[in-house]
């Protein structure tokens, strides 16, 4: 199993005027982006994740990983829906595991944990930015806070439903951060967050495109969610280098909406 030591708390930022899509890719580095952001996974281990869904995401993290660590040498932090580390950080959220550098420690951690329970996507995302907002609003200037990518990899809808409503849609978390941001003054690549679905629920792949396409217009706020659909069209099996164009994909746009709300680059 990962290592219970302590983890290194979040990164300073890189300076602004490297926040251009032209510096997301280099010629001899298709994931320079990888540098300037840190990168954080949350997994879906649900019940309806048993079985080859499981062993696929397996694989996508242990070929990730080097590549994370090869531009960070604080490797990647990973979190479950369900399971809980007892790991805890003064600067980090508890009950995950962090600095992952190893494919051989995710494969120990996967072959751990069994997948069961519910898919409580809102307060985990709530459990794992809150700790990232606090340093923000403390910082003097918050590009100063180097950027987060959180990367969520799922296969259906959050749940349970109750008779009142359904308590773990994200929808209400997600705008209340993008708001958050707005009030900070934060550029539009300082949070993005990333829904990869697994399988083919047509309620989540609905769900996830409402928070992709109607977010941003519905409320008012900025646009941070991009989702990718597994099993279907090109994307027929999860792999590293597909999870880390569709986050690209995601910083790109997020650039693009940044120059254009400025109008000028993202230089100090």
């Known amino acids: 199993m990962p290592s219970d030591a302590a983890p290194p708390a979040y990164s300073a930022a890189p300076a602004a005027s490297m926040y251009t899509p032209e510096n997301m890719v280099r010629d001899d ?17 649900s019940s309806s994740m048993l079985g080859p869904r499981w062993r696929e995401v397996q694989a996508a993290l242990q070929q990730i990983t080097p590549v994370c660590t090869s531009h960070d ?5 990973l979190y479950f829906m369900n399971h809980q580390s007892q790991n805890s950080s003064l600067s980090k959220a508890s009950s995950g595991y962090y600095g992952l550098t190893d494919p051989a420690a995710v494969d120990d951690l996967f072959r751990a944990v069994r997948p069961c329970g519910p898919t409580p996507t809102r307060s985990r995302i709530e459990h794992i930015l809150e700790p990232y907002f606090d340093i923000l609003a403390r910082a003097e200037d918050v590009q100063d806070v180097k950027p987060l990518n959180l990367i969520v990899i799922t296969d259906g809808m959050p749940g349970p439903a109750r008779s009142s409503g359904n308590p773990h849609l994200p929808e209400p978390a997600i705008v209340g951060y993008a708001r958050r941001l707005d009030e900070l003054g934060a550029p ?11 399988g083919d629920d047509p309620l989540a792949t609905l769900s996830l495109q409402e928070l ?4 941003s217009q519905k ?9 990718l659909k597994y099993g279907d069209g090109n994307y027929k099996t999860l792999t590293a280098d597909e999870i880390l164009k569709a986050v690209l994909g995601g910083v790109n746009k997020r650039l693009d909406n940044q120059r254009a709300r400025s109008g000028v680059s993202t230089m100090r």
């Open 219 to 227: 409320h008012g706020v900025r646009d941070m969610v991009d989702t």
């Open 212 to 215: 992709d396409d109607g977010l």
């Open 29 to 45: 580095d298709a994931y320079y982006f990888l540098f300037l952001f840190d990168t954080i996974f949350l997994i879906d281990d």
């Open 188 to 198: 539009d690549y300082q949070v993005g967050i990333q829904f990869i679905q697994v």
């Open 73 to 77: 040498d604080d490797g990647v932090d």
